[in-house]
């Protein structure tokens, strides 16, 4: 990102910053490198991650960011479907419903059981 300039656009993704660390910490930090990156003006970037605290990027940086999520919909108690679409704003089940949340961390877990 530092090498992005008027010439040398850049397309930066990052999927699970500080993956393994404590959830806090890890949303501090990416918190922290999003308003850092707001310096690089030529570098579109997308962070991909599971912690509440970068969505308040968005209102807090007066929408130099913005909030996206793949569209999961329970289609019937603990069994979801993907609909690999994305959808504007954060995916607030995620954070505000931790029953929903367990469920799904089920779903898929048993999901990846059964592919290994």
């Known amino acids: 990102m530092r090498q992005s300039d008027e010439d040398h656009h850049m397309l930066v993704l990052i999927?699970?910053?500080y993956k393994g660390t404590v959830d806090d910490e890890s949303a501090k930090r990416i918190y922290?490198?999003?308003?850092?990156?707001?310096a690089y003006s030529h570098a579109l970037l997308c962070i991909a991650t599971h912690v509440k605290k970068p969505i308040?990027?968005?209102?807090e940086t007066n929408g130099v960011f913005g909030?996206?999520?793949s569209?999961?919909?329970?289609i019937f108690w603990g069994y979801f479907e993907?609909?690999?679409k994305i959808q504007k704003g954060p995916a607030l089940w995620w954070f505000e419903d931790e029953d929903k949340r367990g469920?799904?961390?089920?779903?898929?877990?048993?999901?990846?059981?059964?592919?290994d």
């Open 15 to 17: 999927d699970e910053p």
């Open 32 to 38: 922290t490198f999003g308003k850092n990156s707001i």
């Open 56 to 59: 308040f990027l968005a209102d």
């Open 67 to 69: 909030n996206y999520h």
């Open 71 to 74: 569209v999961i919909r329970e």
């Open 82 to 84: 993907r609909l690999f």
């Open 103 to 115: 469920r799904f961390i089920d779903w898929i877990g048993a999901k990846s059981v059964i592919l």
